[in-house]
């Protein structure tokens, strides 16, 4: 509106997620004329920089979607005209009240809504929060903070940091993000299953047979060691990115499409979920390859991490909702770094056709049934695998696939999971982001099981780099009767 402005302030500006994603992202959405008409951004770290100086870094790590597009270096220079820099400790009440100072003479008298995105490591994220919220928050329009995972390491660290939260800011004013609510496959799994009569009723245990949520990326944990070795895949993927995935795929039909209603139904599926049982886990770690004359590193050779350690870079999990719904349908997910291949897929397995008249014709049963393949990412897609007649005088079948690619179906490009989390944000709307609740119940699934995984420090299987994973992932699978379906 004519007189109000947004000042977002990106704490932690000099790091990796500001640079490669909160900078590339606030800049396409700039390009694409969804920021209000009077912002400011500022960069807020420890290192001393000029103005200048953060601009060119903005502008040399500019790695958006929009980078190739032709009057992309105009709309820049605008921009970057809109970022400032100030420099300042974390803890430091006085130099977030200088912060605010400047914020103050960018508003120039209008009424001043402020964004703080968090983008610094969890032992100096209360700290920032107090003094930010004390010395800078807007005194006369709206204040809120998007927080980064990890949110805390187990049930006690995060009911700790909710708490601590809370002294300074309430629920609303806390956006908690998780970047895959923001993928567009991800956002897109309520309109697939909610306005599509042949998917809604089909959704449930009576018609599906499982349900698996994979992730895999083909590079180790390069660089980032140090931050992974604390945390390892369970908590850096599985908590987090693929069990959101699953309350949204599981949960009731929401009484509308607002935030607080849609978190609720997300809630009560992580509430109905059974901890995680031992059994029902398989770990892995890489290990050094080599292949086609070049040697692939092990977890264990990164500098940050300790020789010996145990932190799973793999993990396979069947999970379990316990409500009339799902009852008995297995949830299996599978996370891992250094594989194969790099890719997020949810895959549904359907059940038999009963009877099926066509049982002889096609190849064994296991195979011939239905499956729907969400595909987040990369090649952005959704088919449907279904037995189909081969043509011709003979009676055989095979499976065929209807498939929606998203890039020859839709010329548009899709933005990146981050613009769309800061324009929700800078909005208000708070349906992708994370509620103390849902956090709350995320973590008491994973907290035994990974209490229990370093009290009796359980060996990660190893495999090679590039491989596609430990083998007990398919013992996993194989004992709720499922064959991966990335696999097959
Ligand atoms: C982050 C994890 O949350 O997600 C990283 O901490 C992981 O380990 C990343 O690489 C994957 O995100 P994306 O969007 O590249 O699939």
Redesign the pocket.
């Known amino acids: 509106r004519e007189n109000s402005t947004v000042s977002i302030t990106v704490v932690g500006a000099s790091g990796d997620l500001a640079k490669k994603k909160i900078f590339p992202a606030l800049f396409a959405l700039y390009y694409e004329d969804c920021l209000p008409e009077h912002f400011t951004i500022f960069g807020y770290a420890r290192s001393k920089m000029t103005d200048a100086e953060l601009r060119s870094m903005v502008s040399r790590t500019l790695t958006c979607r929009i980078d190739k597009r032709e009057n992309c270096s105009e709309k820049m220079e605008q921009f970057l005209g809109r970022c400032f820099y100030h420099s300042g400790q974390y803890d430091s009440e006085e130099n977030f009240a200088e912060l605010d100072k400047k914020l103050k003479e960018h508003e120039s008298g209008r009424l001043s809504n402020r964004l703080f995105y968090l983008s610094i490591p969890p032992n100096i994220f209360m700290d920032a929060v107090k003094c930010a919220s004390k010395s800078a928050s807007s005194s006369n329009g709206w204040t809120r903070v998007i927080v980064e ?1 990890p949110f805390g390491q187990d049930s006690e660290s995060s009911a700790a940091l909710t708490q601590g939260l809370k002294q300074y800011l309430v629920e609303d004013q806390i956006f908690r993000i998780d ?1 895959y609510l923001g993928k567009e496959l991800v956002e897109n799994l309520s309109v697939l299953r909610f306005s599509n009569l042949v998917f809604e009723p089909l959704w449930s245990r009576q018609y599906i047979r499982n349900v698996q949520l994979i992730f895999s ?1 083909d590079f180790g944990t390069e660089g980032r060691g140090g931050y992974f070795d604390n945390y390892g895949i369970i908590r ?2 599985m908590q987090n ?1 693929l069990l959101q995935i699953l309350a949204l795929f599981a949960m009731e039909t929401p009484v509308s499409l607002d935030a607080e209603d849609i978190r609720n139904e997300k809630v009560k599926v992580l509430r109905s979920m059974k901890p995680l049982q031992l059994e029902d886990i398989v770990i892995g770690q890489y290990k050094s390859h080599t292949k086609g004359g070049i040697t692939y590193p092990a977890y264990t050779d990164d500098m940050t991490v300790p020789r010996d350690s145990r932190t799973p870079t793999f993990a396979a999990a069947a999970l379990f909702v316990d409500n009339a719904r799902w009852d008995g349908v297995p949830f299996l997910m599978k996370a891992g770094k250094a594989l194969h291949t790099r890719r ?1 897929e949810i895959r549904v397995q359907f059940r038999h056709v009963p009877g099926n008249l066509y049982r002889s014709f096609g190849t064994d049963l296991d195979r011939a049934t239905n499956e729907l393949v969400i595909r987040v ?1 990369p090649d952005e897609a959704i088919y449907l695998k279904i037995n189909n007649k081969i043509p011709g005088l003979g009676m055989r079948l095979d499976r065929s696939h209807l498939n929606l690619l998203y890039a020859t179906r839709y010329s548009k490009e899709i933005p990146d ?1 981050y613009e769309r989390l800061l324009l929700d944000a800078i909005e208000g709307e708070r349906r992708l982001f994370i509620r103390s609740d849902e956090l709350e119940a995320a973590w008491a699934l994973f907290t035994p099981l990974l209490k229990e995984l370093e009290e009796k420090s359980i060996s990660p299987e190893l495999y090679p780099y590039g491989s596609r994973g430990p083998v007990g992932a398919h013992y996993l699978a194989a004992k709720y009767k499922v064959q991966w379906g990335d696999l097959s």
Request: net charge negative; hydrophobic share 20%.
């Open positions: 995972k970047h990326e850096d993927i990115h997020t990412q999971a």
